[in-house]
Every structure is written in C-alpha cells, then in structure tokens.
C-alpha cells in the first residue's frame, strides 16, 4: 500500500467526460490499496476566461479579488471529482487550499508556499476517503486567498507530496512525458525516459511549460521524484529526479523556447558608476523581472545597454525608460517585441567544449541572426527574430541527434 500524489492538468479534466476518466483512473489505485491525494486545474481555458471577465469590469483589477475569482476554477472540478467518486460509491472529500492548511506569503498571483498542516488531509485518508485537493490557490495567515502564478496546481502536488512524504508524485498532463522539446512544434521531439532536476528547472525557466519551476525547485529541495505522464495512456512517462551519473555522457538533453519576450536599448549612455542602478532601480521597484542585460563600451565614455523583460511587463518597462532617458543623457531608446529566446540545456556541457559554438554555426548555417547571447554552466541562451524560432528548434534538435535516444 501506497501513498500517491496525482495531479491532473486543464486538458485532463477538460469537461465531464475528462474528469469521469480521471476518476476511473485513480479509482484502479485505490481499489489496489493505496492511497489517494488528487490535486486538479481548472478545466482548460477557465483560468484565462476568468481573468478576461476580470479585466472586463475592471483595467487593472485588484490582486486579492482576482486571487478570489481564480481560485473557483479549482473549486469547480475538486468538487465535481469528489461528488462523481461519492456517487459511484467511493468515499471522497475535496479541499480548498485553506481547508488543506497550504499557507503562502501574501504575494497574490505569485504567492509562494511557506507550511502545509496536513492533518486534515490524513485524518481523511485514515477514514480511507479519496482526498482532492484544489491546485494553484494558498491561504495567508491573515485570511486571505492567495494563487501560485500559472501553472501553480504543479507545485502544490509537488508540496503534498513532500508534506505528505509520499511515495509517489505524479503529474498528468496532455504529452505522455518531457520531451527534447515542445512536441507541439517540432515532430521529431523525443520522450525522455528521465532529466534531472537541475536540467528541468533550466527546461522550466526558458519556456517549457510542462512543470511550473517552483514545482521542480520544491521537487529538488525535498528530492521528490516526480513520474510527468499521460492521463489519456498508460505508458510510462518521463522521470525528473536528481542527476544519475551517465546523464552527463549527454552534451544536450533538450531544447526550450520563450517567444514571450522583448529587448529594449538605450543607446549613447554615458559610461560612468551609477548608470546601470539608475536604469534598473524603477523596473525592480515596479516589479519588472528582467532577464539578460547587454553592455557594449562606445568609443568617447558612451555605452549602449540593451535588456529583455516579459512580454506583459514590456509597456512598462518602455515607458520607465523612455521616462528616464533624458535624466541620464541617453540619445535614443529602441525596442523590439518580436524576439524569441532559444536555448539547449543540458548538463553534458560541464564536461564538453565547443558545445555553444556548434550551436552559433547551426543557427548561421539558416542565416538566422543572434543578438543575445547568455551561457551558464548547463545551458546556452540565443535572442533571435521570433519568426525563426520553430526553424531554429528544427535545426538545433538535428545538429544535436536530439531524436537519437
Ligand atoms: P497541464 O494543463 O496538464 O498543466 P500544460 O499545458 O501546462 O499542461 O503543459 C503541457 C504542455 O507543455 C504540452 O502540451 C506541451 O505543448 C508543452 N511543452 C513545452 N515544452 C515541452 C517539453 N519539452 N516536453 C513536453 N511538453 C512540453
Ligand atoms: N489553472 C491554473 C492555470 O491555468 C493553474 C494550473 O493549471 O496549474 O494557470
Ligand atoms: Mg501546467
């Protein structure tokens, strides 16, 4: 007998049809003997329907009532998971994230998860009650609800199961596993059969959207193993867990990209101490995450200083800096939306030389031109035109046998 963390994604609770497989699938475990903790989305699009209805009554809505609204697309389907078990004869009970005791920071919208008391969810389990449990939303010690940031339902599986110290977490989702790259976009992607956490973390931060980073970075910390699999098949998935040692006779293990992206320069900038906290001090006070940063050195004490930050924080960012070009003396600020970030990852390259050369080449093999560049030890990161992105993934999974196991 087993203690297993299932958490089922958007697409696979999608509609009634959806949830009654889901039911059925985690109702073969129980009648096995286990135990059960379900951790569910939102059905597939509620979360962005309700954020649209939001943003239709209000322009920028306020962050504890939007936490609000989007914590009952998690309400809905926990409850229907726990009503469909109950009525086909199984005992069940749903939890909210306060009635989990998930207790975040007041962070809204990205709150983190500080403490989980899980002795409600035992007391349950010891009753033998399948337990579902709303992904994405917390509770503040002041009362308040609080949402993980999109994606969030995978972090608190992965919290559970560490709270819970499961014996399995698994994470069901719309691609039977983790991929060499977004199967979606490039045919001859490749399932892999593990990646350690070091490597998904890196997938996760440049784009790859199958696991929300928190959940690998909760899954690191407590080293919970996590099986990403299928809820429409029964093969075996993708195994993320710590680094095994034949993993680095691998120079690149995948590829991800992020078109979610845009670059901003300001040119002719004085070169002298002070400048760059001058230009980042507002963007970090509006909390605007910003990502690579470029200096070049002019002839004549000038500088240029380009930058790329999220698409959502773009308008932002431009008109800080736009704002602030004539109080540090720059000539120009130029921006450009159409950016897409591509990088291999892979923790091979500790061991290997030559690796991000082959990637320039590749990529200037098709023309395609890179205007960023930023390394770290088992990743390299291009900025290249966004419409090259899918051309630039087609060429790199090949120059790196990617779809060779
Ligand atoms: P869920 O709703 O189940 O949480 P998500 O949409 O968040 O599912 O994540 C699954 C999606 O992640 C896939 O449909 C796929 O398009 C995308 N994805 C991006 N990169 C990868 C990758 N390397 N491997 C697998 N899936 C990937
Ligand atoms: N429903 C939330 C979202 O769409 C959380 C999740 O699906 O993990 O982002
Ligand atoms: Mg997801």
Redesign the pocket.
């Known amino acids: 007998m087993a203690l297993i963390v299932q958490k089922y ?4 609770v999608g509609d009634v049809d959806r949830i009654r497989n889901v039911a059925n699938r985690v109702i073969k475990k129980y009648q096995a003997g286990n135990d059960l903790v379900v951790v569910l ?1 939102a059905m ?1 699009g509620v979360t962005d329907q309700l954020i649209n209805l939001a943003h239709q009554v209000a322009e920028s809505p306020d962050e504890r009532e939007l936490d609000v609204l989007l914590a009952t697309g998690e309400q809905t389907t926990v409850s229907l998971l726990a009503m469909m078990f109950n009525s086909m004869g199984f005992p069940a009970v749903s939890f909210l994230g306060f009635q989990a005791e998930l207790l975040t920071n007041e962070a809204h919208g990205r709150a983190r998860i500080q403490e989980i008391h899980v002795d409600r969810i035992r007391k349950a389990l010891d009753q033998k009650k399948i337990v579902t449990v709303a992904g994405f939303q917390g509770w503040t010690r002041s009362g308040n609800i609080t949402t993980l940031g999109r ?1 969030g ?2 972090t608190s599986a992965v919290a559970l199961a560490a709270a819970l110290k499961a014996d399995s977490c698994e994470i069901y ?3 039977d ?8 976009i490039c045919s001859k ?1 490749r399932k892999l059969k593990k990646i350690s956490y070091d490597e998904m973390l890196e ?1 996760a931060s440049l784009g ?3 696991l929300q980073i928190r959940s690998v970075e909760f899954a690191k910390k407590f080293n919970v193993p996590i099986h990403v699999r299928s809820s429409f098949n029964e093969e075996e998935g993708t195994m993320v867990i710590r680094e095994e040692k034949d993993m680095e006779k691998v120079l690149v293990s ?1 590829i ?1 990209y992020d078109k979610n992206q845009a670059r901003i320069t300001l040119t002719k900038v004085p070169d002298r101490p002070g400048i760059a906290a001058k230009i980042f001090t507002p963007m970090a006070q509006a909390g605007i995450e910003v990502d690579m940063i470029i200096q070049n050195t002019r002839a004549g004490g000038l500088t240029d200083l380009t930058f790329t930050v999220a698409t959502p924080d773009y308008k932002k960012a431009l008109d800080i800096q736009q704002n602030l070009a004539d109080e540090i003396g720059a000539e120009g600020v130029y921006s450009d939306e159409n950016i897409a970030k591509v990088s291999i990852i892979g923790v091979g390259m500790r061991s290997h030389a030559g690796v991000a050369a082959k990637m320039f080449s590749v990529l200037s093999k098709e023309n395609i031109n890179i205007t960023m560049i930023s390394t770290s030890e088992i990743k390299v990161s291009c900025v290249i035109e966004e419409k090259y992105t899918e051309l630039a993934i087609r060429v790199l999974h090949d120059a790196f046998e990617l779809d060779k196991a």
């Open positions: 994604g958007g697409t696979s989305s597939a994606g339902s995978d989702t719309d691609v596993g983790v991929y060499t790259t977004d199967p979606t992607a997938m790859a959207k199958v995948g991800a």
